[in-house]
Nanobody
Framework: QVRLVESGGGLVQAGGSLRLSCAAS????????MGWYRQAPGKQRELVAA???????DYADSVKGRFTISRDNAENTVYLQMNSLSPEDTAVYSCNLRYRSGYAIWGQGTQVTVSS
């Protein structure tokens, strides 16, 4: 079975940076999309950024210019570099691996807290 293991979350001051990592293990089809989602208290879960196995990316408007998603296909790992963080970015961030069939695997989620 495929498992996703996340790391890099924590507490940071406004204006600071964090780098999230998500490593996938198991038997993984090479054609897939990996992404980061977040959910803040009282809000619905939203897509933050996604990247296909060919390198195409999508970002939420709220993070464009501040966040960068990347992946290492050889290591089946996806990263999210988060710069210029603000309290609005405080949320539980979850890693996702998705196939064209619609089947998706989720990580356990990691807390990101940005203080004023």
């Amino acid at each position: 079975q495929v498992r996703l293991v996340e790391s890099g979350g924590g507490l940071v001051q406004a204006g600071g940076s964090l780098r999230l990592s998500c490593a996938a293990s198991g038997i993984i089809y090479s054609i897939n999309t990996m992404g980061w989602y977040r959910q803040a208290p009282g809000k619905q879960r939203e897509l933050v950024a996604a990247i296909t196995s060919s390198g195409s990316t999508d970002y939420a408007d709220s993070v464009k210019g501040r966040f960068t998603i990347s992946r290492d296909n050889a290591e089946n790992t996806v990263y999210l570099q988060m710069n210029s963080l603000s309290p609005e970015d405080t949320a539980v961030y979850s890693c996702n691996l998705r196939y064209r069939s619609g089947y998706a695997i989720w990580g356990q989620g990691t807390q990101v807290t940005v203080s004023s």
